[in-house]
């Protein structure tokens, strides 16, 4: 009989010393671990000489640690031929107290840690520059981007709060945090969805989650003052003037900023719109995950209030921020308040097929706009223990808000052989007013028995709006591109005055089964009314609006009553987290036309299951998958049996048999960090699909006159996946990174009467790439190409197919240590389409060089370059439903400009370093 075996003739030998006395250390501990798996295959000691060798070792990669009391880890990586024998000669290890002298990591650190469903990330693990800021600090974490807008994207999810120490920092601004506090200051940075209060607090997924970044600042940095003063000047009349100020004490902060900037990079953060509801239609999710949605629209301003990129802001906006603990803690407090005034001008270009079951048509419009907001916003939180078992949290907010806009549009529709259908002129002049006030108190009591709560929420919602403007309109008509006698012409006054008010009041009871497992049930009661007036007037003899025009005009109160009662099941140990549960809502719904004194009503029965697993395999390794339900009821403006006629050339009216819909939604997360080896992976795939989806049934007719009417359709669903893959190679020292992401959609409508299947999909492809020397260089390099298609079913031979490239690189320069170059820059070029022939491509690049002053280098002043080609557009294509549209528009253009910035600051040294000093 004959047996084989592995060679096992290899081995590896060393000399181990301290790196500055060289002295060497005897009785060090070196082990052997093999690569793939981090299986410990051996390990030996150092002699009195501080050597050490490994004999009788199989060929293949392993992992060398070696540790030593009040050293640092040592950690390298190695590969054994058979029969080979490597020598890796003098080995030096740093003590941990000069490692902390010198603020650099030479030993493999756990730069990525999961705990529980979040991922943290430590600060010093990553490098960047001496005053680099926060946003830079993130534009280095793996699976994290940050946008030119300052725009955080996390695991393929848009960031939407980021906290300091936990806590709302100027309220819903991440930018503020982003872009002015040090990343010098940080010691964690961690990602999570954060759920609500009360879900924390029972340990049950109620469907609510907000993806969120919290920064843990360092200790010593919690004492003393920081801040900023830049005043910049540049051509054609841009400037940028910012101030920030910060004073930490201890448990105390206290902020305050001022931002007066025309270059739209500042002072704009994105999340206006959201916070303040400013959208025509908004959304409100209860605890238990149920939706119902009001009217928000102001239909005769027609804006948001923000600004989304187009056209070119002027905006003049301060703020004060206070937190405080007292009491030992029991007791704490966070105020912020936030003014701004803002001013947008600019023009758009807007060119869309419209696919028809017969027959295909283009229409093309320019607007103008001028549009000013005035908004005055507060919030605070006070929270209070009134002992180790009960606790009381109230958060409230308002907002007062002014708006005026003015704007102008000029409309033609061609058909597909480029003949007239129709076209004309549209003005629109309003002013609006909005207040909104939000509370929500939160008591929490923990029981005698371990694991036993009761937790009572109470909510309210209120909002008033009430605008006024004039609407003009005139169109012409063509048949075979030939005019017609027949035009349209629209006059009128208009007031719109909406007012929502709402309570949500919600009773929670946890009971424990076990030291891991509970139950949850739950009871709520959701209270919701609402009032909508609108008014329309025409011409009297005299010219003034008097005439009530009962066709656009309509008043009418809604109110919803809902019952809703739930029971779940929670467990949770070291490794794994589950719970599993559902709600039963009862809704009553009632609808009265105060024209008519007409009254309707109806009566839902919703559901609301909800499951989710966690589970870690290690502190860098997990998977988890949640699947959540939800009723969301049809909007207020979708229901309401009245016509709008804002554009006369689109008419929407009401459609009060709108039935709820339901949407299932399943997430699949996976990450994995290996830390040796300084690997990073993740994996997120999503996938919904929504019963009676809320969809369009549009009837175009010859004159390219569209009538829409909102209904309910199935078969409707999306799929989208997200993944990262991150590395770093140690010679030369690079990061590496690739991504890709995709998104399939099934959407369907009805157009002139037929069913209309659209299937779209987008396909991204990226890579990154980076490398830092210390005070060197600090460069990056990210590149992505997308691919887009879509399908409609009414005119199958129709697909819309094209790719989009960008590529971004990032380079920053130090000459000394007063001497900074930075340029970066946009590569953008798409694809032409059978449909938009002009590609669009742009290289936008810009430049800044800057000295730092002083001995302290506290002064610095820099000289930069916006758009150095002048090729910066407004562009953007949008495929939907069953038409494709391209928008140009107006934007900031090349600049040069000169900056005087000067940064400040002071630590105050704690009580512990003073007895040290």
């Not at 010679?731 to 998104?743: A, H």
């Amino acid at each position: 009989m004959v047996f084989s075996a592995y060679s096992q003739n290899a081995s590896v030998k060393g000399v181990i010393s301290d790196t500055i006395s060289k002295i060497n250390l005897q009785n060090a501990v070196i082990s052997l671990l093999r690569k793939k798996d981090s299986v410990l295959q051996t390990y030996t000691r150092a002699n009195e000489h501080g050597s050490f060798e490994m004999s009788d070792l199989s060929k293949g990669k392993y992992i060398l640690l070696i540790t030593y009391p009040d050293y640092a880890d040592y950690a390298d990586t190695f590969s054994l031929a058979e029969n080979s024998s490597i020598n890796l000669g003098m080995i030096s290890m740093i003590t941990k107290a000069h490692l902390l002298q010198e603020v650099i990591v030479k030993q493999s650190i756990s730069a990525i840690r999961l705990k529980g469903d979040t991922t943290e990330y430590k600060a010093d693990s990553f490098h960047v520059q001496a005053d680099a800021s926060v946003e830079d600090l993130l534009k280095k974490l793996p699976g994290i981007q940050v946008d030119k807008t300052g725009q955080i994207t996390a695991q393929g999810e848009k960031v939407q709060k980021v906290l300091v120490d936990g806590e709302e920092f100027f309220g819903d601004d991440p930018t503020l945090v982003t872009q002015n506090i040090r990343a010098d200051m940080v010691d964690k940075v961690q990602v999570f969805d954060k759920k609500s209060d009360q879900a924390t607090f029972t340990g049950i997924d109620d469907g609510q989650k907000t993806k969120t970044i919290n920064l843990k600042l360092k200790d010593d940095k919690k004492n003393g003052y920081f801040g900023k003063i830049n005043a910049g000047a540049a051509t054609g009349g841009y400037h940028d003037n910012q101030a920030l100020f910060n004073s930490f004490r201890k448990k105390q902060k206290f902020a305050a900023y001022g931002i007066v900037s025309n270059t739209g990079k500042t002072g704009l953060n994105w999340q206006d719109q959201n916070s303040t509801g400013t959208s025509d239609v908004t959304t409100v999710i209860t605890d238990g995950g149920d939706s119902y949605s009001v009217i928000n629209s102001d239909d005769i301003t027609g804006w948001g209030g923000n600004y989304n990129g187009q056209g070119k802001p002027l905006v003049q906006t301060g703020g004060l921020h206070f937190n405080n603990k007292w009491n030992d803690d029991k007791q704490s407090i966070n105020l912020n308040y936030k003014a701004l005034q803002l001013q947008v001008d600019g023009q758009s270009n807007t060119s869309t097929e419209y696919i028809l079951p017969d027959t295909l048509y283009y229409n093309n419009q320019t607007q103008n706009f001028n549009n000013k907001v005035l908004r005055n916003k507060i919030n605070g939180t006070y929270e209070v223990e009134f002992d180790s078992t009960s606790s009381l949290k109230v958060v409230s907010d308002g907002t007062l808000e002014h708006k005026s806009t003015i704007n102008n549009y000029s409309t033609e529709a061609l058909t597909k052989n480029s003949k007239l259908v129709n076209n004309g002129n549209r003005n629109i002049t309003a002013d609006g007013d909005n207040n909104y006030l939000n509370t929500d108190i939160l008591w929490r009591k923990r029981l005698q028995k371990k694991g036993r709560t009761i937790s009572i929420d109470f909510k309210e919602n209120y909002s008033m709006k009430a605008s006024a403007g004039n609407l003009f309109a005139q169109n012409n008509f063509y048949t075979d591109g030939n005019p017609t006698p027949s035009m349209q012409t629209t006059d009128q006054y208009k007031t719109s005055n909406n007012k929502l008010l709402a309570f949500d009041s919600k009773f929670t009871y946890t009971e424990p089964l076990s030291s891991a497992s509970s139950l949850v049930a739950n009871y709520e009661l959701i209270i919701n009314n609402s009032l909508s007036n609108r008014s329309s007037f025409n011409k009297d003899a005299n010219g003034l609006y008097k005439i009530l025009d009962s066709t656009y005009s309509n008043d009418y109160t809604f109110n919803y009553l809902t019952h809703k009662t739930g029971l779940a099941y929670s467990f949770i140990n070291k490794k794994i987290r589950f719970n599993i549960g559902n709600n039963l809502g009862f809704t009553n719904f009632t609808q009265q036309d105060n024209y008519t004194n007409i009254q309707t009503g109806r009566n839902f029965i919703n559901w609301f299951p909800q499951t989710r697993f966690n589970y870690l395999f290690t502190s860098q390794k997990s998977l988890s998958f949640s699947y959540n339900g939800n009723t969301t009821q049809p909007s207020l403006l979708q229901i309401q049996p009245v016509k709008t006629n804002d554009d006369p050339l689109n008419i929407t009216i009401g459609n009060a048999a709108l039935k709820p819909s339901f949407t299932n939604n399943f997430d699949l997360n996976f990450q994995d960090y290996k830390t040796l080896e300084n690997k990073f992976f993740y994996v997120h795939l999503n996938y919904r699909f929504i019963e009676n989806e809320f969809s369009t049934n549009d009837n175009v007719d010859s004159s390219g006159r569209r009538v829409s009417q909102t209904i309910n359709v199935n078969g409707n669903y999306s799929l989208s996946g997200f993944l990262n893959y991150y590395f770093k190679i140690k010679k030369p020292e690079l990061r590496l990174g690739f991504n890709g992401d995709f998104n399939i959609n099934q959407n369907a409508n009805i157009i002139n009467g037929l069913t209309n299947i659209t299937n779209s999909s987008n396909y991204t492809f990226g890579l990154f790439a980076s490398q830092v020397k210390e005070k060197k260089l600090d460069n990056s390099i990210r590149a992505d190409a997308t691919y887009t298609t879509s399908t409609s079913s009414i005119q199958q031979n129709i697909t819309t197919h094209y790719w989009t490239y960008t590529i971004h690189p990032d380079l920053d320069f130090y000459f000394s240590k007063k001497w900074h170059l930075h340029t970066d820059c946009d590569f953008i070029f798409r694809q032409k389409t059978s449909v938009f022939d002009n590609n669009n491509n742009v290289i936008f690049w810009n430049l800044w060089f800057d000295k730092k002053v002083l001995k302290s280098n506290a002064l610095m002043i820099r000289v930069s370059a916006n758009d150095i080609l002048n090729q910066n557009k407004g562009f953007n294509r949008t495929v939907n439903s069953n038409f494709i549209s391209q928008n140009t528009y107006t934007t900031i253009q090349r600049y040069f400009m000169l900056s005087v910035i000067w940064n400040f600051n002071k630590n105050n040294p704690t009580k512990e370093e003073d007895w040290r000093n």
